[in-house]
């Protein structure tokens, strides 16, 4: 079965802090996401990978990086966490340069609240 | 610019009655795919149906299809006999395979959705 998982459900970070949101995936996936879920937004973009140590900014960067060191984890790092970072983070894999209906793969998300 | 648009934030359907929850989309890319996901409480996103440009039938799953009509640019999920299970967040996402290699989706803000008996 197909499995997605992020290491924390719910987190609660202080402002300033350095955040790591980790996710894992199962499936030998190429390629990876982060996206950031907000009422009203819907889920949006942060970073995406397509290999091991490649990585290309999605819709709203700013304020994130990540890192991809091995093709089964990707993590998200808040340099240092502020209050507008409070959201839902979702990982999801899905695998590379597949043609057709290929969807993503999501992890149950991390809630993350900065306080 | 929004590229995927889901006017209604929220609805009430009652309980084996169906439902259409609307989405359109804008994109120039003659090649693209339509999907909707599933958002219990609990958070995770489920993958519910997809539907093709190029595809010439309406996309169906058990009590899922897809309403697609490619002129208007709005792909609608019609989900029959509804369940109190059914009750979620569901959004509607497209990707655009000419421009980007890598599966990216843009997702629509979402259509909250609850059943009661």
């Known amino acids: 079965d197909v499995k997605v998982t992020q290491s924390s459900r719910y987190l609660v970070k202080r402002t300033g802090e350095k955040v790591f949101l980790e996710c894992v995936q199962d499936?030998?996936?190429?390629?990876m996401f982060w996206y950031r879920q907000d009422p009203g937004l819907g889920l949006r973009l942060i970073y995406f990978?397509?290999?091991?140590?490649?990585?290309e900014k999605g819709d709203i960067p700013e304020g994130y990086s990540v890192s991809r060191e091995k093709k089964e984890r990707f993590s998200l790092i808040l340099e240092s966490a502020s209050t507008n970072q409070t959201s839902m983070y979702l990982c999801?894999?899905?695998?590379?340069?597949?043609?057709?209906?290929?969807?993503?793969?999501f992890g149950p998300g991390t809630r993350l609240t900065v306080t | 610019a929004q590229k995927i648009t889901q006017t209604q934030p929220g609805m009430f359907v009652q309980e084996k009655e169906a439902v259409t929850l609307d989405c359109t989309y804008d994109t120039s890319d003659p090649s693209y795919g339509l999907f909707w996901y599933k958002q219990p409480s609990s958070g995770e996103m489920i993958f519910l149906i997809y539907?093709?440009?190029?595809?010439?039938q309406n996309a169906t799953e058990g009590r899922y299809s897809l309403n697609f009509q490619k002129a208007r640019k709005s792909a609608n999920l019609v989900i029959s006999a509804s369940q109190l299970g059914d009750s979620a967040m569901y959004f509607c996402?497209?990707?655009?395979?000419?421009?980007?290699?890598?599966?990216?989706?843009?997702f629509g803000a979402g259509t909250q959705v609850v059943v009661t008996p």
């Open positions: 499936m030998d996936h190429e390629n």
């Open positions: 999801a894999s899905r695998p590379g340069q597949v043609l057709g209906a290929y969807e993503q793969y």
């Open positions: 996402a497209m990707r655009e395979v000419t421009t980007d290699s890598w599966g990216k989706l843009q």
């Open positions: 990978s397509y290999d091991v140590k490649m990585k």
């Open positions: 539907q093709g440009s190029y595809d010439q």
